[in-house]
């Protein structure tokens, strides 16, 4: 999945018709960033140059909590295209390499109470594994086991709002996961 910067001109247009205050503080507040560490990262050597696409396929879901598995696959796949270092395809026969996820469990504990023992927030945790491998010959370039995520969320004795708030968690944890993901695979820190 491709990004393109849709706009650009009309952006650029409107910097260049900016004054020439707003540009300066552009190129001032550029410099600054650089001076003080700050830089693009670059993808490093711990994925060979020569591997540039990644198939995706479905996240298995060793657990009962239904939608898991479509919602850490897309949150991964979209993770992947916005970093842009190995490309999403479709089809794990036109890929350089394979990620390949497991969701090993899924935990919700309850964090905290009002004074009628009715629950006010939740945590829900989950574990998973993920295996990046090369097509060709299956060697595996990186994986990992046991990454942990958590995420709370409030508790509300209406359940189709309490859905809605585990719902929106379970998306949190997974762009955070994906995330993880992403940046372990290349080490960036």
């Keep these: 999945m491709e990004r393109s910067f849709e706009g650009g001109t009309a952006a650029f ?19 600054m960033m650089t001076g003080c560490g700050w830089r693009f990262a670059d993808r490093t050597e711990a994925i060979p140059t020569e591997l540039v696409t990644v198939a995706i396929p479905l996240w298995k879901n060793d657990t009962a909590e239904p939608g898991l598995s ?16 190995l490309r999403p395809v479709a089809a794990e026969k036109s890929a350089d390499t394979v990620l ?33 491998r090369r097509r ?23 359940f189709n709002v309490n859905l809605r708030n585990r719902e929106q968690a379970l ?13 372990e695979v290349f080490r960036i820190y």
């Excluded at 479509?70 to 270092?85: D, L, M, Q, S």
Aim: glycine residues 4%; aromatic residues 8%; hydrophobic residues 45%.
């Design 13 to 31: 247009r409107a910097v260049r018709g900016a004054p020439v205050v707003v540009l300066m503080a552009f190129i001032a507040a550029a410099a």
């Design 70 to 85: 479509t919602i850490f696959t897309n949150a991964t796949i979209k993770e992947f295209a916005t970093k842009g270092w």
């Design 100 to 132: 390949e996820a497991r969701i090993e469990f899924i935990d919700v504990q309850p964090l905290s109470f009002s004074s009628v023992s009715i629950e006010l927030e939740n945590r829900v945790m989950i574990s998973a594994s993920v295996t990046l």
């Design 136 to 158: 060709d010959d299956q060697s595996v370039l990186w994986s990992a086991s046991r990454l942990v995520g958590q995420e709370e969320y409030d508790s509300t004795p209406d």
């Design 171 to 183: 998306r949190k944890l997974a762009t955070d996961l994906a995330g993880t993901i992403h940046d």
